[in-house]
């Protein structure tokens, strides 16, 4: 069966700092790879999603950025967090048209 | 008008109570419909998955999608506290593996 892990779970971090989260996939191969963020009382916005090693496409300009070095390996970065950045960040990956969510990292920027 | 519109309730009902969800959506494109169980500081979960018009049932849940509408539901039969959670729904294009989310709507099932 497919897992997909997360972490951190949670994060303080201040302003200026860097970023890196981490998300893998187990089970799989090839897969299509998210990664959303879900600010408190709002929906689910994607970020970025990769289709394949080294390939991304970003949804909407911020000061974040993702990298896919292997096949099950995403990762999201900052090189300089602000305090907007905060929230819960969602990995997912997908087969055909059915998606599957990670456990989340909750980033506090302070 | 937003691309899928979903009440954010929240929703409050008794133990036992047939629960209904709806979302509407504006693009005649969707074709594939999901329904999705987040509960507080996790992960959603898929819960239903539909293609194009029709029910789907499973086990206490009941999926609905109404393409001439642009309507699509969840009904959740003789509800249980465990159920209490948001509830996501999400669509995608023929075509798109991408998702686009309704807000989500909290649903509180008191014992």
């Known amino acids: 069966s497919q897992t997909i892990h997360q972490w951190p779970a949670t994060l303080v971090q201040p302003v200026g700092s860097p970023l890196s989260l981490e998300c893998t996939v187990e089970g799989t191969s090839n897969p299509n790879l998210y990664w959303y963020r879900q600010a408190a009382g709002r929906g689910l916005q994607l970020l970025f999603y990769s289709v394949g090693i080294g390939q991304i496409s970003s949804e909407v300009p911020q000061n974040l950025s993702a990298s896919r070095p292997q096949d099950r390996q995403f990762i999201l970065s900052s090189k300089k967090l602000l305090l907007s950045d905060s929230g819960f960040y969602l990995c997912a990956w997908s087969r055909a048209y059915e998606q599957y969510f990670g456990p989340g990292t909750r980033l506090t920027v302070t | 008008q937003k691309e899928v519109e979903q009440d954010p309730g929240p929703l409050s009902v008794p133990e036992g109570a047939i629960v209904s969800l709806n979302c509407t959506y504006s693009n005649s494109a969707f074709q594939y419909f999901m329904w999705y169980r987040q509960y507080s500081r996790k992960g959603p979960e898929l819960l239903m998955y539909?293609?194009?018009?029709g029910n789907k049932e499973d086990g206490r849940f009941t999926a609905q999608v109404d393409k001439s509408s642009k309507y699509i539901s969840l009904f959740i039969r003789d509800s249980q506290p465990s159920d209490s959670a948001t509830y996501l729904c999400?669509?995608?294009?023929?075509?798109?593996?991408?998702?686009?989310f309704g807000k989500g709507t909290k649903l509180t099932v008191n014992p």
């Open positions: 539909t293609y194009s018009s």
């Open positions: 999400a669509m995608s294009q023929g075509g798109s593996e991408k998702l686009v």
